[in-house]
């Protein structure tokens, strides 16, 4: 199957499926010398494993990841790095009534129409599942970019349902399990869920990142955008539908004397553009804002048709997350952090060149 590697300088191929043995990925391109163990990585997967609250699914996953390749005497050695993530706790079982229907929302009804065959068993290939090797391979090029730039990548929900979440601290974000920047809401965010939950309904989230200290200069232009590069990284996320840049749909009701960032000697005075200028990174930081769908999978009877074109009820079972949006965080954090690692490789080979006669 095409389209499963992300990033040309720093590549990262993804691999598995949702109830196979093993997940994972390769990343070619990481450079050689960087301190690497388990315990860099597993951070951020622990932050977005399954089972950590009555809100995600119940599928109980260590998520353990084991680095198969690429590290010698604990640092890297240049060469790939191959990172491995074994299922534990499926339940093919909960997707026998589904091997021959379409589940609304779910891709079923495409995958079946490209490949002519799919794995049902809790999405196969489609599953948010595969998210996890995404977040392993972020996590080292969150370090990388750390190290080399002190950049620092980091989201939160802002938006859940029709409840808009005010950013109030950093420090709020990884003190509960909706990744909210506010404490006082979360009673209000857990009393929504509850009732979603006893609804057997699903709801979409909107989700802020942020990249400081970004060295201006990254990205290339018309084809391959600093912004068009996250745009194209942050669409493959599973259930994402929109993507915004700094401002985003809020320019249109601008003016060019609002919307355009002034500089001054000391700096930009706004940052409407979000941190890129022309697809080519201003220094500024970099924001991104992500419009997330209410999961397809619910107990609520919807109506599709089998393999056969006949008409059906489908009700879907399972343990699922009632928003995909409440784990979305670090794995929006993982994706962007690659493409700024990618481009900021292609950076590093061209200044090698720029200048000489």
């Known amino acids: ?86 299922n534990q706790d499926q339940r093919s079982k909960d997707y026998a009534n589904i091997t021959d229907r379409f589940r609304p929302g779910h891709a079923d009804y495409s995958y079946w129409h490209k490949y002519g065959i799919r794995d049902p068993r809790g999405g196969g290939r489609s599953s948010a599942r595969l998210t996890a090797p995404t977040v392993a391979a972020g996590a080292i090029a969150k370090k990388c970019l750390a190290l080399r730039y002190g950049t620092q990548v980091r989201a939160y929900m802002s938006q859940l349902g029709p409840i808009q979440i005010p950013f109030q601290s950093w420090d709020e974000v990884a003190n509960n399990p909706f990744f909210a920047p506010n404490a006082e809401i979360i009673p209000e965010l857990e009393s929504f869920m509850d009732k979603l939950r006893r609804d057997g309904d699903s709801i979409g989230a909107r989700i802020e990142m942020v990249a400081s200290g970004v060295p201006a200069g990254l990205g290339e232009p018309i084809y391959e955008r600093l912004d068009a590069d996250i745009a194209h990284a942050m669409m493959g996320l599973n259930a994402v539908k929109a993507v915004a840049i700094g401002a985003g749909f809020d320019c249109v009701s601008q003016r ?72 979305a965080a670090p794995i929006a954090e993982a994706l962007l952090a690659i493409i700024l690692m990618d481009h900021s490789l292609r950076q590093a080979a061209y200044q090698e060149y720029k200048g000489l006669e």
């Open 256 to 327: 060019g004397s609002e919307h355009g960032d002034e500089i001054t000697p000391t700096g930009f005075l706004s940052n409407h553009a979000g941190g890129i200028l022309g697809g080519i990174s201003s220094g500024q930081d970099i924001t991104v804002s992500l419009a997330i769908k209410p999961t397809s999978s619910i107990r609520i009877e919807r109506r599709s048709v089998t393999t056969a074109n006949e008409p059906i009820q489908v009700q879907t079972l399972g343990r699922h997350d009632p928003c995909v949006g409440i784990r």
């Open 1 to 86: 199957m095409a389209g499963n590697t992300l990033g040309r300088f720093f590549a990262v191929t993804n691999f598995g499926e949702s109830h196979g043995p093993a997940i994972g990925c390769v990343i070619d391109g990481c450079p050689p010398g960087v301190a690497l163990s388990e315990a860099d990585i597993q951070h951020d997967l622990d932050r977005r494993r399954p089972g950590t609250s009555r809100h995600v699914t119940q599928r109980q996953e260590s998520d353990r990841v084991e680095i198969l390749s690429g590290v010698y005497e604990g640092k890297t050695t240049g060469t790939p790095i191959a990172l491995l993530i074994r």
